[in-house]
Each structure stands twice: as C-alpha cells, then as structure tokens.
C-alpha cells in the first residue's frame, strides 16, 4: 500500500474525497492547511465537499502542501483539470447585470496578463460611459428579463461597474492585450457622438505603456472564423460572454486551445490603428446632428 491513503478501488473516486482522506491521514486540520496554501478554511471544505469547482491550480498547491507523493499529486491535478474542462455558466450564481460585472472584475483584478478579443462590441474595459449604456440597456430592453435587468436602476448600476472596471488598466505590473475587428469601430450601437468619445477612447487607452491594442481590417483574410470573442486572465481562465450569461472555463486545454485562436486571430491584425479609426471618426461626424451633408 506504501503511501496511499486507503482510497477505495473505485477509480470513480471524487475528487474532494481524496482530499480529505490524505489531509485526514497527515492528521492536519483544514484550517492548518488552508493556512499553509493561502487559503480559508471555509474554501477547503467546499473543494473537499464538491461545493465548490475545483481549480487545478490550486488542487496542485493542496496536494504538494500536504506532501503527496509525485505521481498522486499529478493524479489529482488531472482530476480537477477534467472538471474543470467544460465552460461552466455562472449565470446562477450572478445573473444581475451589476453582479456579472463584478464577477468579472474579480477575474481581471487577479490577472496579471489579459487578453481579449472582441469582434462584435468594443471590449468591456475600454468601454467610455455612453457606449456601456446603450450596450447593457439593449440587454434589459431585448431580453425583458427581470432577473437579468428590470429597470433603468440596473442598467446605471452595471455601467457603474463596468466603469470601475476600467481602473485595473492603470494598476502597475499588468499587461493588456486588446484585439479586435475594424467592424466594431464601424458599428453604430450608440448616437454618432457616443461613438466619437468611443473612438477618443480607444486612442487614449492605446496610448498606454501597458496596453496593446490591434485591429483586424474588414479586408483580412481570417485565419479562423470569428465565431465569438472571448478574454483570457493569464493561463487559467477564459470566459466567453453570451447574451442572458457568461461561459467560464479553468481548464488547461481549453484555456490553451484559446491561447492558440487569440495567436492566430493576432497574426493578421495591424497596430497601425490610427489610420483605421480616422476613418470611422470622419463618417460619425457626418452623422452628427447638424453635420454638412
């Protein structure tokens, strides 16, 4: 038996389990180990309980804290890693509009490296006010949810939030990434002057030591389809928005699958992007009320 705990044959075994049978048989107490790796006790006990999605990441720090051997620790890594693999809808879990913001925000705040592509609206952290609102209202007078938004209030409080989201582009010991279509810049999904101040936006956030910004030209000749955007926060995350929800994934090989579509979606974008929204400016400005035919 050498080391092994006393796990049953069933190769079946849940995960958190296992967990707690190894820590039970180094005689520590869940918040000795959560101490050890940085965690609450409260935490330990969801991930040995199953109430809470495991991340391999953190499986990896709980299995080496308590000393396993080797091959048990990548067995329990792989364990978390084939659950997390699936895109998982957090809409349960957060399904006001204020509420998704924020879950968002948790996820950025902890990134050091963000990537994020975009080929439908400007992503959500370059968003100017303006431009947020028409967005997030459309949702609550489209979907006519009352979970997801049933007034304006809602509508304010997610533009507030998503604007306090704009604040890690600023915090020191970041990267950004921003990758997105020349048909956002063109799309009319606010008033013409809305979309200016969109556009003086983009400019100013690009301009940022932190901040990579490239477009994709409406002429590109696309080396994958553009079937949805997606963000990536580091290696550990990528989560892709729907309309009523957002879909989270921690897995490896999802994670590393989007590393690979965000590659080759950059490989034909150009950081020459003022030329491009020069272009669109000069049509939003014909578009003004008042404007010179």
Same mark, same amino acid.
């Given at each position: 038996? +050498?080391?092994?705990?006393?796990?049953?044959?069933?190769?079946?075994?849940?995960? +958190?389990?296992?967990?707690?049978? &190894?820590?039970? @048989?180094?005689?520590?107490?869940?918040?000795?180990?959560?101490?050890?790796?940085?965690?609450?006790?409260?935490?330990?006990? *969801?991930?040995?309980?199953?109430?809470?999605?495991?991340?391999?990441?953190?499986?990896? %720090? /709980?299995?080496?804290?308590?000393?396993?051997?080797?091959?048990?620790?990548?067995?329990?890594?792989?364990? !978390?890693?084939?659950?997390?693999?699936?895109?998982?809808? &957090?809409?349960?879990?957060?399904?006001?509009?204020?509420?998704?913001?924020?879950?968002?925000? @948790?996820?950025?705040?902890?990134? *050091?490296?963000?990537?994020?592509?975009?080929?439908?609206?400007?992503?959500?952290?370059?968003?100017?006010?303006?431009?947020?609102?028409? $967005?997030?209202?459309?949702?609550?007078?489209?979907?006519?949810?009352?979970? /997801?938004?049933?007034?304006?209030?809602?509508?304010?409080?997610?533009?507030?939030?998503?604007?306090? *989201?704009?604040?890690?582009?600023?915090?020191? +010991?970041?990267?950004?990434?921003?990758?997105?279509?020349?048909?956002?810049?063109?799309?009319?999904?606010? *008033?013409?002057?809305?979309?200016?101040?969109?556009? !003086?936006?983009? %400019?100013?956030?690009?301009?940022?030591?932190? $901040?990579?910004?490239?477009?994709?030209?409406?002429?590109?000749? &696309?080396? $994958?389809?553009?079937?949805?955007?997606?963000?990536?926060? #580091?290696?550990?995350?990528?989560?892709?928005?729907?309309?009523?929800?957002?879909?989270?994934?921690?897995?490896? %090989?999802?994670? +590393?699958?989007?590393?690979?579509?965000?590659?080759?979606?950059?490989?034909?974008?150009?950081?020459?992007?003022?030329? /491009?929204? #020069?272009?669109?400016?000069?049509?939003?400005?014909?578009?003004?009320?008042?404007?010179?035919?």
């Amino acid at each position: 038996m +050498g080391d092994a705990p006393g796990a049953p044959d069933n190769a079946e075994e849940p995960l +958190g389990q296992a967990l707690a049978r &190894w820590r039970k @048989r180094r005689k520590i107490s869940g918040q000795e180990l959560g101490v050890r790796v940085g965690m609450s006790q409260a935490k330990i006990s *969801r991930l040995e309980t199953g109430a809470s999605a495991p991340d391999p990441h953190d499986i990896r %720090r /709980i299995a080496e804290a308590l000393e396993l051997p080797g091959d048990e620790v990548e067995r329990l890594t792989s364990l !978390a890693d084939r659950a997390s693999e699936q895109l998982i809808d &957090w809409q349960s879990a957060e399904p006001a509009l204020a509420g998704r913001q924020h879950f968002v925000r @948790r996820l950025e705040s902890a990134a *050091r490296e963000t990537k994020v592509f975009q080929p439908a609206v400007v992503p959500g952290l370059l968003q100017t006010d303006g431009y947020a609102r028409a $967005v997030l209202a459309s949702l609550r007078k489209e979907l006519a949810d009352d979970q /997801i938004a049933d007034s304006t209030l809602a509508v304010s409080e997610a533009v507030a939030a998503r604007m306090q *989201r704009s604040q890690v582009l600023d915090e020191p +010991g970041r990267q950004f990434h921003f990758l997105m279509t020349e048909e956002v810049v063109s799309r009319r999904v606010c *008033r013409p002057a809305d979309m200016l101040a969109q556009i !003086a936006r983009l %400019r100013e956030v690009a301009a940022k030591p932190q $901040v990579s910004l490239r477009i994709i030209p409406s002429d590109a000749e &696309w080396p $994958v389809a553009p079937f949805h955007g997606f963000v990536l926060t #580091d290696d550990r995350n990528v989560f892709v928005d729907l309309f009523n929800t957002s879909l989270l994934s921690r897995g490896r %090989r999802t994670v +590393g699958h989007y590393q690979r579509m965000f590659e080759a979606l950059d490989s034909v974008a150009t950081s020459d992007i003022d030329s /491009i929204l #020069d272009t669109h400016q000069k049509r939003f400005v014909h578009l003004l009320p008042g404007a010179a035919a």
